[in-house]
């Protein structure tokens, strides 16, 4: 019995030895502090991000029409009373977009969780055991040879265009990259001393891969996440903008810019501001990821993370 | 040298056996009948058992999948459920605009990233690469579909030096063809040499930290040599990988463009394709892709091995 007991007697003494939350939050700040010193890019990053998630969660109160409404008001340019100017359809264009906001926003929010957890939970195993790793990773492979629109306009044409399948249709790229990424980390990270430590006191599997090897890929799927983020938000916009992805009754900012593709001569307003959004957001993001990266590993500094 | 160039190759088949099973399988991942899921709602009776013929799908799976690979090693590429003509013929005509686009953006993202690239790390630091390196992210975070949207707002409607849209095929010569290209060509292009600029800036300054950098300076070599022939050979490396790998991302890029523009390619033939749930084209067109991007990867992989003889199982 007391040989059983001996991993989860030095779990609990590690846990004892692991810092306090209060020192939690003081090597945060000063993490956060050298992030900003290093890139003060960063800054304008966080700004946009914040004031744009602020934006979409007051967004019930910010709009102030029924964008859904269709008025005789139609492609009024920018004034005091509609401040993006209003549609083809009489709507008001500043409204669609911060309504649009908030499916652009939760859709490249939810391909990122799902990518990531799913991602890191498959490569886990795929690296950890060695008979799954050679068949899953050639099925990564071929799935990653498809460009992720191919793939994503592929799905969507089978499943139909709603937000759930375009969630669903860029998380099996995302999932993939994931995949990729944090398997070769854990295949380095299984050979670690700490690794072979944990085994040789008879640590389970589950333990091992969830508790020692996990948060130690933490960092670099962190900064692979906001490169996630960036492009689900980007491909999402580019199939709603195609009319394969978002139905056009749910604003997105790229189904709104769609709605203005005829109307570049005459009311160059209806495309201009959502994409003006979608650009300051996804340039939020990659300024955010870029800092991060910077900061976990100087190295790279000044490299885009690719798919 | 011949032993990798064997093992790279043997490594890349059964990936594009995997790009086959997916591609194969993809109309049968959802539930139901694919000959109801491409028919739609309004398909009769007599439709779905065309459909169904037409797919093979009153075969056995194992069957449909023999017979599909058969047929593609043949360089059958199946039938179109719309217009029922071979996909093949369907794809000739489609492929001149597509492959004129594609050449022309790698030509100039080329050439453009790898200038910026380069003098942003010979000015690390200064206004210039920070001008440089910021419009690098923008040309990154900027969707390519809102991109042509300023460009045509810009160019085409309020100085009219370009058009918006009307392709010219390269029959009608080549100075009306590039002038109607110019603005989606210009789109990718930005794009792509965003990618471009930045991955060279970093590979050059990783090897301008190298000691036979500092030798070669030492010995009193101009600036310009150095830069050139001491630092870039070997930074191409890293970019020339870069440049592989997105013409993946290209390809979101083309069937954006072509759209917008109007340009009859095969990115606008997928997107008739995904409207009408043409599917066979659709897989047609994964197949190529997918198969093509496997390729082109393996030849730059190849083609290291010969210039760089570190590279070695």
Known sequence: ?307 | MWRYTLIRIASSIPVILVVGVITFSIIHIAPGDPAAIIGGDEATVEDLERIRQELGTDQPIHIQFIRWVGRLARGDLGTSIFSKQSITTLMAPRLQPTLSLGVQVIVLSTLLGISIGVISAWKAGAPIDRAFMFFAVLGFSAPGFWLAFILIWVFAVNFGWFPALGYRPIGEGILPHLHSMFLPVAVNSILSSAFISRITRSAMLDVLREDYVRTARAKGLRELVVYMRHAFRPASIPVVTVIGASLASLATGFVVTESIFAIPGLGRMLIEAIIRRDFPIIQAMMMVVATGYVLVNLFIDIIYAYLDPRIRY
Not at chain 1, 8 to 32: F, H, N, T, V, Y
Not at chain 1, 63 to 68: E, K
Not at chain 1, 97 to 123: D, K, M, N, P, Q
Not at chain 1, 129 to 139: E, G, Q, T, V
């Open chain 1, 1 to 307: 019995m007391g040989m059983r007991n001996q991993p989860e007697q030095a779990e609990q003494l590690a846990i004892r030895l692991a810092p306090s939350p209060g020192a939690r939050a003081r090597r945060a700040l000063a993490a956060s502090v050298l992030i900003m010193r290093g890139n003060p890019n960063v800054i304008i990053g966080v700004v946009i991000l914040a004031a744009i998630l602020l934006m979409t969660a007051f967004s019930p109160i910010i709009v102030r029409s029924d964008y859904t409404q269709t008025t005789t008001d139609l492609r009024l340019p920018p004034s005091s009373e509609h401040w993006f100017g209003t549609d083809a359809f009489g709507r008001d264009v500043f409204d669609r977009v911060i309504a649009g906001s908030r499916v652009s926003l939760y859709v490249g929010f939810a391909v990122t969780v799902v990518s990531v957890v799913l991602g890191l939970v498959i490569a886990l195993f795929a690296g950890y055991f060695r008979f799954l790793d050679h068949i899953l990773m050639r099925f990564v492979d071929g799935l990653l040879a498809f460009p992720t629109i191919l793939l994503a306009l592929a799905l969507i044409a089978l499943l139909g265009g709603s937000v759930n399948n375009v969630i669903i249709a860029l998380s099996v790229t995302g999932t993939a990259s994931k995949v990729r990424l944090v398997r070769g980390q854990v295949l380095s990270l299984r050979e670690e001393q700490f690794v072979e430590a944990a085994r040789a006191i008879g640590a389970p599997v589950w333990r091992i891969l969830f508790l020692h090897i996990a948060p130690n890929t933490f960092g670099i799927v962190m900064v692979q996440a906001t490169f996630t983020l960036a492009t689900a938000i980007l491909a999402e916009a580019s199939l709603s903008f195609l009319g394969a992805g978002v139905p056009e009754f749910i604003p997105t900012w790229g189904n709104i810019v769609a709605t203005g593709k005829g109307y570049v001569q005459v009311a160059f307003w209806i495309s201009f501001f959502p994409g003006v959004f979608l650009t300051a957001t996804v340039l939020a993001v990659v300024l955010i990821g870029d800092a991060l990266r910077d900061y976990l590993d100087p190295r790279l500094k000044g490299q885009f993370l690719s798919e």
